[in-house]
């Protein structure tokens, strides 16, 4: 897979930041205007987003920053409430909770 992050930086306001390419192994999912966050001290959650043919998808995937490993995460289906797809919905990740998305645009967008 792909992906990436800013390491370095010191936190002294100069610079020193750097893109990193971070190689991914797993069932990467391929979105644009998704939602997501960390979670956990080494879980990212991605939720939602359009993929490769624009069409807005219910999914919810995960990486585990530790081993740089993809994995789905299977959604309630049979009792509502359940979370509707969406695209550019904020995200946040709140502790006790996990993650929470708020607003975007539904599929009848």
């Known amino acids: 897979g792909e992906g990436g992050g800013l390491?370095?930086?010191g936190g002294g306001g100069g610079g020193g930041c750097e893109w990193v390419e971070l190689a991914t192994s797993g069932p990467a999912v391929k979105r644009a205007h998704h939602s997501?966050?960390?979670v956990s001290d080494a879980t990212l959650l991605i939720f939602s987003?359009?993929?490769e043919t624009l069409i807005t998808r219910r999914t919810l995937s995960s990486l585990d920053l530790r081993t740089?490993?993809?994995s789905s995460v299977p959604l309630p289906t049979d009792?509502?409430?359940h979370p509707s797809p969406r695209i550019d919905g904020a995200a946040a990740?709140?502790?006790g909770v996990g993650l929470v998305v708020f607003g975007g645009v539904?599929?009848?967008f």
Request: proline share 10%; net charge negative; glycine share 34%.
């Open 7 to 9: 390491g370095g930086g």
């Open 79 to 81: 009792t509502p409430p």
């Open 49 to 51: 987003g359009q993929d």
């Open 106 to 108: 539904g599929e009848d």
């Open 36 to 38: 997501g966050g960390v």
């Open 68 to 70: 740089a490993t993809w």
């Open 93 to 95: 990740a709140v502790r």
